[in-house]
DNA sequence: CGTCCATTTTACCGATTGGTCAAATCAGCG
DNA sequence: CGCTGATTTGACCAATCGGTAAAATGGACG
């Protein structure tokens, strides 16, 4: 009794529609009105796959959040520390260029304080955290990775790659628009670089 | 026929319980009735002092966009480029701690595709962001600054200092909580003395 | 005090919002 | 085909939204 066909391909119109809805207008700014059009859906038939504006809401975020995770998990404690951290970093890259409404979706939930993920924030996000903040110390304590502190330094990864995504508009409107997105990349990796490398 | 004196408070009020409440909502986020019982004031008497919720949104935004540019407009060309660099950092840290609801409210219309600043962003800023790019470009030419891309560093500085404002309940979720926000300033500055500094 | 203009309030409006409900339609299946 | 449950639609609603009109109030000044 699982979804019939009809019912996952109505629910992923959906999904899709309110994440290209939601990311471009906030939660309060997007209306069932617009997300029904851009799924091709009437609004009473989306409030029959979804209980409330909110219940949409509520799934994109979850879904979200694994997706948004992963490149953390994936960083291997044996690997070698600066390596491992400047993956880690263009990992995160590949993300936000990849993903960017969903970068958007995430950035406006936070900036409103985060009523709906807060509590995921403070365990699970902190339980990763504080284990790779660890793994870092570990590191620097064994001459490996340049002193720095390990909790800031991966806000400071966070910092610039989702602002890459989420401040688009403003990055465009200072780069020459012929300038390429890579470079920020390059400019990114050099930038982690420099800071992370011990120096003997 | 200046201002009264009653008009330059109530002006005041309401332009201060819009910052509150734009900066926590967003634009659409935010109501009237919010602000008006943030300033201690009927629905109708704010539209008495301002023509519309956009009006104020407006006001608030102009009134904004001097004070942020401000930081980037001190820098010393015949000052020490590191030195110099390094002093905007820290101002605009200061900023954005001093301000963050300021903060918050930038964030918010960037997120939003910058509708009502955009041609402030490619024009006003723009300017300013290519002279001080040039400046730096030059800095670099004589060996006084690492070589890094000055566009991509100066958005780098922005993405850090306003990360702090825009994403502080991310921050504080995974900071201990009993961990002062100075910390963020002394890393913040450590992280770009080690890119900018040039090695001979 | 009375006048005049600035200020404030009360009552209201049309549009939009998230959401409901019952009827209509559709798809699969015997 | 004819039945049954899943899906879709049209009509509608109460609440909230930004904003308006006009009357009421307040204050400064002669």
């Known amino acids: 009794m699982a979804d019939s066909r009809i019912q996952s391909r109505n629910r992923a119109a959906i999904l899709e529609a309110g994440l290209e809805i939601f990311s471009r207008h906030g939660f309060r700014g ?7 059009a851009e799924a091709g859906l009437s609004k009473p038939n989306l409030l029959y796959y ?8 509520r799934t994109l975020l979850l879904g979200l959040m694994d997706t948004w995770l992963d490149p953390i998990r994936r960083i291997d404690p044996q690997g070698e520390p600066l390596a491992e951290l400047l ?25 409103q304080g985060a009523p709906h993920i807060a509590d995921t924030l403070s365990a699970e996000l902190k339980t990763l955290v504080d284990a790779l903040a660890d793994q870092m ?33 403003q990055v465009r409107a200072v780069l020459d628009s012929d300038d390429p997105l890579d470079r920020a990349e390059a400019h990114v990796t ?7 490398q011990p120096v003997d």
Chains 1, 2 share one sequence.
């Open 87 to 111: 993956a880690y970093v263009s990992r995160k890259m590949a993300l936000t260029r990849q993903y960017p409404r969903e970068s958007r979706l995430f950035a406006n939930e936070i900036l």
């Open 50 to 57: 979804f209980a409330s504006k909110e219940a949409i809401h």
């Open 190 to 196: 050099q930038l982690f670089q420099r800071l992370l």
């Open 30 to 36: 997007a209306t069932l009105d617009q997300i029904a």
């Open 137 to 169: 110390q570990a590191w620097i304590d064994a001459g490996r990775l340049a002193p720095v502190d390990p909790h800031h330094t991966i806000i400071s990864i966070w910092a610039l790659t989702q602002h890459y995504a989420d401040f688009d508009v």
